[in-house]
């Protein structure tokens, strides 16, 4: 499957957020957007009325890291997200978020922590458009590679030949060759785009591609 990148705002400029996303827009395919809480992650970063000022023609990869998440799904719906992705481990109802998510316009994803067995999404499958594995605990950037996420990337890619299985942390030039060896299609990255002296040759070698850069097809 074609790879896809979808660079994490969370490693960006907040003080000029939508000029560090016009860097990085024309090689990426999704913009990703970390909301946390503080309780479901020990970190705080921001919620739908600070994504909703964000300027971009890319469509948000919006990753719940918050409790309760069905309090704010028609926040996110209404703020522009087009994929929505909820924690397996925040909800007691993931059957019923997921078919909200998708009634009001969004894609569905989970997202499942380091500690969480993948075998727990067999009876989502269906119900899924996204699927996001956590390579670091969920909280912050710029953290290792867990390669437990691997051998959940090529789970998921046996049972769900068509599902978008995104990764999310630690993935740089070479950890995404093992995602994207394990049947990942999505690579999110923070760090490793937004620290880059030269975000685009660090897109081109997300994809594997050297050299002559991405041409967009
Ligand atoms: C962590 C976030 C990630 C984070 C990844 O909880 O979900 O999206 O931005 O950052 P890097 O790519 O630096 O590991
Ligand atoms: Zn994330």
């Excluded at 600070?50 to 990753?63: G, N, R, T």
């Amino acid at each position: 499957m074609k790879i896809k990148i979808s660079p994490s705002i969370l490693s960006a400029d907040f003080g000029r957020l939508n000029e560090d996303i016009k860097t990085i827009e024309e090689h990426s395919d999704y913009i990703h957007v970390d909301v946390m809480d503080g309780h479901f992650v020990p970190n705080l970063s921001f919620g739908a009325p600070v994504m909703k000022d964000i300027d971009s023609k890319l469509p948000l990869d919006v990753h719940l890291m918050i409790e309760n998440p069905e309090n704010y799904i028609d926040d996110f719906a209404k703020a522009g997200a087009d994929i929505l992705t909820v924690h397996f481990e925040a909800t007691d109802d993931l059957h019923g978020l997921l078919a909200k998510i998708k009634d009001l316009g969004m894609r569905a994803g989970v997202s499942i922590k380091p500690g969480t067995e993948v075998e727990v999404l067999e009876e989502y499958l269906d119900e899924l458009d996204w699927v996001l594995i956590m390579s670091v605990e969920p909280g912050f950037g710029g953290q290792g590679f867990i390669s437990g996420a691997v051998d959940k990337i090529k789970w998921l890619r046996e049972h769900a030949p068509e599902l978008d299985i995104a990764v999310d942390g630690g993935v740089n030039d070479k950890t995404a060759r093992l995602c994207e060896e394990a049947g990942a299609n999505v690579l999110i990255a923070g760090s490793y785009i937004f620290k880059s002296d030269d975000r685009r040759e660090a897109i081109d070698l997300l994809r594997g591609v050297q050299g002559e850069g991405y041409d967009g097809a």
